[in-house]
């Protein structure tokens, strides 16, 4: 779904559109261009610009660009005309000034009017969207005409779908090379963190439209999880400057999970996000209770390794207060150059369900939690060890297991986020212990 140009010349006017090209090969370059067959030849002769060669117009190009134009993603066309000496072989414009007109296409006839169109694009941000299909429990089609609706007006949107065969990082490399002014990353977390990975120390500002389950990294940052929301940010342009991640070499955005957040993630498979939503995770988490057991585990932090018996690390760069595990320290800053570590120690399952208590109230109470079996700390990197090995969770998908080495990357990533962060997302959170010792959260969330 490339935005698109056409451009087509009478003959006594293609040395014209060949200079006007190449004056302005740096917006046209954004774009996917299409010509009639000897104009493209042209532009092709004096610039390095790709054009995509339709027919000549005697035999019909002109045609196929209208063609073009009712697909809805040709957004300007280019036909300078010989308004005295025309050809009777030449292309006619009357076709395609009706076609344009009826799709509110602009359409330019001669230079100046040629320019009053590409000083306008250069005037408008271009933004390449990269929307994952099978995000969420919503009509994507919907959603994505939604984006469509609410973005167009101010920023020139190139939609790209993601695809099983189709990796983000090759799209946002693409979006790099056409000269993005933003990258804008619509699915789960998944996919937000895939884009936000490739983006990372490029400078380009990042947009998040989340449709996911979670939206972990969208709520730790303060970002709308509606559309609506998440659009009106993106069309303010705030940005916010914040810490990426690496873990054994490869981006992270949120956190690192070992032990028992892995086992609950693996729990919470796509079936079951699909038919209850964030519940999963929750149901998973009480599940993953009932097999509680702790694990050997060494821990390397500026030089000094230590030994623990654990049931669960949570590293993180970024969080939710409702990623509850990673709230050691009351709250995960997302702009301090440091990974919050969380070590959970507990023996029994009694003790974890006491633990993820305080661990909530740390994070309601923004506080340090106040356990001896629950240990805390900063650092800029950390290198864990464990025996035998752990299944490892990143940015809520499994990726391996230990040993893994994770460092953090100061100001990392420009986002397009609000300055600061509102107050926590949950107008109450009661938690339980019922008399079967499951644990039971009870999340009540304001009403759209």
Do not use: W
Not at 92 to 109: G, M
Not at 144 to 165: C, G
Not at 168 to 185: C, F, K, R, S
Not at 301 to 323: L, R
Request: proline share 5%.
């Amino acid at each position: 779904m490339s935005l698109t140009i056409a451009l087509i010349a009478h003959d006594t006017k293609k040395d014209d559109i060949a200079t006007f090209a190449q004056q302005h090969v740096s917006i046209l370059s954004r774009y996917r261009l299409i010509a009639t067959g000897t104009t493209g030849q042209r532009i092709q002769q004096t610039t390095a610009l790709q054009v995509e060669c339709m027919l000549s117009g005697p035999l019909g190009g002109d045609a196929q660009i209208a063609a073009e134009v009712t697909t809805g993603n040709v957004i300007a066309v280019i036909f300078l005309i010989d308004p005295l000496y025309a050809q009777p072989h030449e292309p006619d414009i009357q076709a395609l000034l009706r076609i344009c007109n009826v799709h509110n296409v602009p359409l330019a006839t001669n230079l100046a009017t040629a320019e009053a169109i590409i000083t306008n694009f250069a005037k408008s941000r271009f933004g390449y969207l990269i929307f994952n299909p099978v995000s969420g429990q919503g009509n994507a089609e919907q959603e994505l005409a939604l984006i469509q609706q609410l973005l167009k007006p101010q920023i020139h949107l190139d939609v790209h779908f993601t695809s099983p065969d189709i990796n983000p990082v090759e799209l946002v490399q693409d979006a790099i090379a056409t000269g993005a002014d933003l990258i804008i990353a619509s699915g789960g977390d998944g996919t937000v963190s895939a884009v936000a990975g490739a983006v990372i120390s490029t400078g380009i500002p990042l947009g998040i439209i989340a449709r996911g389950t979670a939206n972990a990294f969208a709520v730790a940052l303060g970002i709308p999880t509606n559309i609506a929301g998440a659009c009106e940010l993106i069309l303010t342009g705030t940005t916010r400057i914040v810490d990426a991640a690496r873990y054994n070499q490869e981006p992270m955005i949120l956190l690192a999970g070992i032990g028992f957040e892995a086992e609950m993630v693996e729990r919470a498979n796509r079936e079951a996000k699909n038919r209850l939503g964030a519940l999963a995770y929750i149901l998973a988490g009480m599940q993953q209770l009932n097999d509680h057991k702790v694990f050997e585990a060494k821990i390397e932090v500026e030089g000094v390794v230590s030994d623990f018996q654990a049931a669960a690390i949570t590293i993180a760069n970024a969080a939710p207060p409702t990623s509850v595990l990673a709230q050691g320290m009351g709250e995960v800053i997302p702009n301090d150059g440091l990974l919050e570590v969380t070590i959970a120690t507990q023996n029994t399952r009694i003790d974890a369900i006491d633990a993820i208590v305080d661990l909530l109230g740390a994070a309601l109470m923004r506080s340090t939690v106040r356990r001896e079996d629950t240990i805390c700390l900063r650092t800029q990197r950390i290198k864990v060890t464990t025996e035998p090995p752990q299944k490892v969770v990143v940015d809520g998908e499994i990726v391996g297991t230990t040993p893994v080495e994770i460092e953090c990357i100061p100001n990392g990533l420009t986002v397009i986020a609000p300055l600061t962060l509102p107050a926590i997302a949950m107008n109450e959170v009661l938690v339980t212990e019922s008399s079967q010792s499951d644990l039971e959260v009870i999340i009540d969330t304001p009403s759209p």
